[in-house]
């Protein structure tokens, strides 16, 4: 806990370097509220070619994650406590087909940063497919 301030604080200028390195992409970005201070603890993506896109990170050996593939009013422990109604949660359905978190780690580089924004604006260019 000594080290967390300095590691949080590490995060949000990771995901300043993400924002201003993907903005111009077809991605939703975190957008936190000004009046809070966002740690960062992952830093997710969305996008209608989530799948594409991890594995076209894969192929250039960068980890990717699905940190929530299952929505929570599906998940057993929830299922008969959360209301879902009888056309069930058509927009968290969508939000979880479409969510990526990509690297995050108060250890990484800028440069290492650079690279992961370099290879996702190049899945982007490449329409998914490796050169």
């Known amino acids: 806990l000594k080290h967390l301030p300095e590691e949080n604080a590490?995060?949000?200028?990771?995901?300043?370097?993400?924002?201003?390195?993907l903005a111009p992409l077809d991605l939703a970005l975190p957008q936190p509220s000004i009046d809070i201070v966002h740690v960062f603890h992952q830093y997710v993506v969305k996008t209608?070619?989530?799948?594409?896109?991890q594995e076209f990170l894969a192929g250039r050996g960068i980890a990717t994650q699905v940190h929530y593939p299952m929505p929570v009013h599906r998940q057993p422990a929830y299922r008969q406590r959360l209301f879902?109604?009888?056309?069930?949660?058509?927009?968290?359905?969508?939000?979880?087909r479409q969510i990526l978190s990509l690297p995050m780690s108060p250890y990484l580089k800028r440069k290492d940063v650079a690279m992961i924004c370099s290879a996702v604006r190049e899945a982007f260019a490449n329409d998914f497919e490796p050169s």
Do not use: K
Not at 10 to 21: C, S, W
Not at 88 to 93: K, V
């Open 10 to 21: 590490r995060r949000g200028e990771i995901a300043r370097q993400y924002g201003q390195l």
């Open 48 to 53: 209608s070619r989530r799948d594409g896109l």
């Open 84 to 96: 879902s109604g009888r056309r069930g949660l058509p927009n968290t359905e969508s939000v979880a």
